[in-house]
């Protein structure tokens, strides 16, 4: 609204932003509501499976919700991040055709230090999955068990490394959803890599006895893991790539349809314009066939009437010659003009 000029706030505002603002506006206004609400809450244990049944606070479906206030952190870092703000970068960028926005900020942190946003990132799911854990299996954990803050975190982090020793396993299906979420967001590569970080760090730094086959080993896998990551961050180029491609294809056809479209319409109007052509030429062609019938009418008549008048001037001529003799006149004698030598 400020780069257009405009006026009025309400210009600006469609219903797409309308949408985003409200949305917005319910995920902030989410919260714990003061005073006491319980509910029943129903659920069947892991091992034993046996029916549980405990009265449970309101307070953790709406403390739950309350973690997707985290994107204000990813507008926080835009917002504050240099290539937003500086002006010869988004004057570039503008040049490129670049849209300055979240996602292109986390490409650029990810191309610049990669490692330190996999582990800052894998590390936050890592405390907010085992916290949610945590909640929702306080009321049916008698055992104390994944209840625990630790023992959640334990869980959390063997689903994470794709392990599973199967020591403790959510009773809720709250932790299970919440444990299936974390396997699926974090992919296999990257655990790998944050795997064999950990591994190498371990056997350079925290055994006394350094085992140089050992490390190799990690080391070795730390190297196939980074390419293992690289070959998956190629596909989804290449994916994005064959998507733009489609989306190419499908303006070419939708420009080669609208091209054909025009061409018939002009193909059209070209062919009325040749059968108006074509009639006038008929029209023209009949006109030249009786243009010599017309002319010989036209000749005829004019010679009827060339004979009529000199029919007409005879006879005025005699009937003036014969008044003349009547009254005693005799025409002046012209000499005879000659016919020939012989005769003059």
Not at 44 to 73: G, K, N
Not at 262 to 282: A, C, F, P, T, Y
Request: hydrophobic letters at 40%; one cysteine or more; aromatic letters at 10%.
């Amino acid at each position: 609204m400020i780069d257009n000029g405009a006026d009025d706030w309400r210009i600006a505002m469609t219903y797409e932003r309308i949408f985003f603002i409200s949305l917005e506006m319910v995920v902030c206004a989410i919260h714990p509501v003061p005073g006491r609400y319980i509910f029943h809450w129903k659920a069947r244990l892991a091992f034993s499976y046996t029916l549980s049944e405990t009265w449970a606070d309101v307070d953790i479906i709406l403390s739950i919700p309350m973690f997707l206030r985290l994107y204000l952190i990813a507008r926080v870092m835009l917002l504050h991040s240099k290539l937003f703000t500086d002006a010869s970068s988004r004057s570039i960028g503008a040049l490129n055709k670049i849209n300055f926005n979240t996602r292109f900020v986390m490409k650029t942190l990810m191309t610049i230090c990669p490692g330190t946003v996999l582990l800052v990132f894998s590390i936050s799911l890592w405390i907010i999955a085992a916290w949610t854990v945590r909640v929702c299996e306080r009321y049916h954990d008698n055992q104390d068990v994944t209840s625990n803050f630790l023992g959640a975190m334990w869980l959390i982090s063997i689903t994470f490394l794709s392990i599973g020793y199967g020591d403790m396993v959510p009773n809720t299906y709250c932790g299970k959803g919440v444990c299936l979420l974390t396997g699926i967001m974090i992919k296999n590569a990257a655990a790998n890599v944050l795997r064999e970080t950990w591994l190498i760090y371990k056997h350079t730094k925290l055994l006394k006895k350094i085992d140089h086959a050992k490390v190799r080993k990690h080391q070795r896998k730390f190297l196939q893991a980074i390419h293992q990551l690289r070959n998956v961050k190629m596909e989804q180029r290449k994916l994005n790539d064959q998507a733009n491609t489609l989306v190419d294809l499908s303006k070419m056809q939708t420009i080669m349809y609208d091209l054909i479209t025009e061409l018939n319409d002009r193909g059209e109007d070209l062919e009325k314009q040749i059968m108006s052509l074509e009639n006038k030429l008929e029209g023209l062609t009949s006109s030249f066939h009786a243009l010599p019938r017309l002319i010989a009418d036209t000749l005829q008549q004019q010679q009827q009437q060339l004979l009529s008048a000199i029919a007409e001037a005879g006879s005025t001529h005699g009937d003036s010659q014969h008044s003349d003799s009547q009254l005693g006149f005799s025409s002046p004698s012209f000499p005879t003009p000659c016919t020939s030598s012989s005769s003059c």
